[in-house]
């Protein structure tokens, strides 16, 4: 307990890193409130807010933000240059966050990043997650977007679905670990479906799933809480580990069928959720990591080849659980970006089932299963059936 009285998140003083929230959403949507929010609430945490300076005048945004925030609410406030948190200074910024954290010992707990709300949080998400954490002191504890309820379908909608905007608005939703819907109170009830029976409550009810399931029909998988200004239980958000193996063999165990979901325009899914399933056989680890490369960097967007599919697919993220030959428990693999790593998982092997779970656009089922199937070791049965949503 802190000198406020207030519980420090477990999650978050158990594992000696500094977890890092990386927060995401289109412009506007809320992101500063959320962040405000965090500076106000009683959690006992230190923290590390990292903003995105949107103006040529820095001392705006940190205004905003720290409207009403007391000077101790957090230990040290960084901005950066806009653009400068997903380009490719990320590097030197997950560095200094680490020197930051070195030079005061037990006194942060936890970093915020505010990503710009134009960018692709991928690439920042990735910096923090595959930096060796006892190396920086960091680890990536999860992934918040913030969605304008009022604007989120029309984002999604530009273009045909297809512009800049409405391709990073997808992407900030399918590369998050939780999605606050913010605004809803701005939502109102729309008078084209209302019906009269139905109290007022109900309407927005209606309106906000409405929302909702525009948001899965673009891929995202996270869980969707709807929000007015950005007020939600900050211990859900910070120190949840959403990359801690546990954590994800959890997820692997019981899928929630929303986490299998595409968008077609025309004939192509242009983003979504697709897995490709195995039985009855175990992988080689050495030829699944040239698999991963494979997809990952000689498909994947930094590198976009034109082997695989035309025009090529993006691998958003992967999460796999998978039998590897010899091993008694199952492996989770992970990607983020065009990064990924494995670990041993506490599900037992045995059966020979593996599941792949792919995120991105144009992702095309048959040449992810020709891919994996180069990596596997053992076949226990002549011909694997699999199955594949
Ligand atoms: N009515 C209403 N307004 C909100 C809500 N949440 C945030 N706002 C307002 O929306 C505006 C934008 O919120 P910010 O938190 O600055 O959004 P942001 O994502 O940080 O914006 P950028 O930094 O420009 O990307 C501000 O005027 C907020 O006060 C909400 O739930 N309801």
Redesign the pocket.
């Known amino acids: 307990m802190d000198s406020n009285g207030a519980e420090p998140c477990p999650s978050t003083t158990e594992n000696k890193a500094i977890g890092v929230t990386i927060i995401t959403?289109?412009?506007?949507?809320?992101?500063?409130?959320?962040i405000?929010r965090i500076l106000t609430e009683q959690h006992g945490l230190r923290l590390v807010v990292v903003e995105?300076e949107?103006s040529a005048k820095g001392t705006v945004?940190e205004a905003?933000v720290t409207q009403g925030v007391g000077p101790d609410a957090f230990e040290q406030f960084i901005q950066l240059p806009n653009g400068c948190i997903c380009c490719a200074a990320q590097d030197d910024l997950t560095d200094a966050l680490s020197r930051l954290i070195r030079s005061r010992p037990g006194q942060v707990d936890h970093i915020l990043v505010?990503a710009?709300?134009l960018a692709d949080p991928g690439p920042v998400a990735a910096s923090f997650w595959v930096d060796d954490e006892l190396e920086t002191g960091l680890i990536l504890d999860s992934v918040v977007a913030?969605a304008d309820a009022v604007n989120i379908q029309s984002y999604l909608r530009d273009g045909d679905g297809m512009s800049e905007k409405a391709r990073i608005t997808q992407k900030q939703l399918v590369v998050a670990d939780q999605v606050l819907l913010?605004?809803?109170?701005?939502l109102g009830t729309d008078p084209q479906n209302s019906d009269p029976a139905a109290s007022e409550e109900e309407r927005m009810a209606k309106r906000v799933s409405a929302v909702e399931r525009s948001l899965r029909e673009a891929g995202c998988s996270a869980s969707i809480n709807p929000?007015?200004?950005?007020i939600f239980d900050i211990s859900k958000l910070l120190g949840v580990r959403a990359y801690d193996y546990d954590t994800s063999a959890r997820s692997f165990s019981a899928p929630a069928p929303e986490k299998f979901s595409q968008h077609v325009h025309g004939e192509k899914m242009a983003v979504g959720t697709l897995t490709v399933s195995f039985e009855k056989v175990a992988f080689d680890s050495t030829l699944l990591d040239r698999a991963f490369g494979e997809l990952l960097w000689e498909n994947g967007e930094s590198e976009p080849s034109h082997a695989i599919a035309e025009p090529p697919m993006e691998i958003w993220r992967m999460k796999a659980l998978v039998e590897v030959e010899g091993e008694q428990r199952k492996w989770i693999y992970q990607s983020v970006h065009t990064l990924f790593e494995s670990s041993v998982s506490s599900v037992d092997a045995a059966d020979g089932v593996s599941h792949f779970i792919f995120i991105g656009k144009l992702l095309e089922s048959t040449a992810l299963r020709a891919c994996l199937e180069k990596a596997i070791a053992v076949n226990l049965a002549p011909s694997p059936s699999s199955w594949i949503k």
């Open positions: 959403g289109f412009l506007g949507s809320g992101k500063s409130t959320l405000r995105n949107f945004e905003i505010e710009s709300g913030i913010n605004k809803i109170d701005l929000t007015k200004r950005c």
